[in-house]
């Protein structure tokens, strides 16, 4: 069975950083792209920043992008979002998921499964 | 940017056929996907490549495009299967975009 656990979220100030972790089990680790996607309190889903399973390319939705860092070790099952600079309009759960293929190019490719999330609040 | 429009709400009694919309430029081009949001729980995909569901979602659901409308359709809704939805595509630059969600209410 798939699982991802997200953790090291918690309460940062503005202009701060946290990094966030996701721990896989349940399958191959490096054969397969992963993702981060948010969600506001009360608010819907965004995507975030996608890592291919080598961890080679990246990629970053222009909310983010030269903020956060996602990174990837294959040898530990570990999948890592560094968030630094935040914002108030970061606050969000941020969710892990698995994308089906080992790349991310192409529309033929989804996020399963997720992980619970990890809440990240920025406040002073 | 590019966005995916949804309806914020649909309302059906039990046993009732749930349709929920998704309005997107590039949908002729893009495949569709859609999610279900339980309260307090992380999404569950419901639907892959416009009309294909995943092994263990009822057969109650099932997806469709058609032009620039992506459309989810429960058949017989349940009142478990109410919550949020979020269809999903991707725009010509590749990056990922999520429909802004759609509550459903079955009662």
């Known amino acids: 069975e798939v699982q991802l656990l997200e953790s090291g979220g918690g309460l940062v100030q503005p202009g701060g950083s946290l990094r966030l972790s996701c721990a896989a089990s349940?399958?191959?680790?490096?054969?397969?792209?992963m993702s981060w996607v948010r969600q506001a309190p009360g608010k819907g889903l965004e995507w975030v920043s996608v890592?291919?399973?080598?961890?080679?390319?990246?990629y970053y939705a222009d909310s983010v992008k030269g903020r956060f860092t996602i990174s990837r070790d294959n040898s530990k099952n570990r999948l890592y979002l560094q968030m630094n600079s935040l914002r108030a309009e970061d606050t969000a759960v941020y969710f892990c998921?698995?994308?089906?293929?080992?790349?991310?190019?192409?529309?033929?490719?989804?996020?399963?499964?997720w992980g619970q999330g990890t809440l990240v609040t920025v406040s002073s | 940017s590019y966005e995916l429009t949804q309806p914020p709400s649909v309302s059906v009694s039990p046993g009732q056929t749930a349709r929920i919309t998704c309005s997107g430029e590039?949908?002729?081009?893009?495949?569709s996907y859609w999610y279900q949001q339980k309260s307090g729980q992380a999404p569950v995909l419901v639907i892959y490549?416009?009309?294909k569901r995943p092994s263990g979602i009822p057969e109650r659901f099932s997806g469709s495009s058609s032009g620039t409308m992506a459309t989810l359709t429960i058949s017989g809704a349940q009142v478990e299967d109410e919550g949020d939805y979020y269809c999903y595509s991707t725009d010509s630059s590749n990056n990922g975009v999520f429909g802004g969600g759609t509550k459903l209410t079955v009662l």
């Open positions: 490549e416009d009309n």
């Open positions: 590039a949908l002729p081009r893009e495949n």
């Open positions: 998921a698995k994308l089906i293929r080992s790349s991310w190019s192409g529309n033929s490719n989804w996020f399963d499964p």
């Open positions: 349940g399958f191959t680790f490096s054969s397969y792209a």
């Open positions: 890592i291919s399973g080598s961890g080679g390319s990246t």
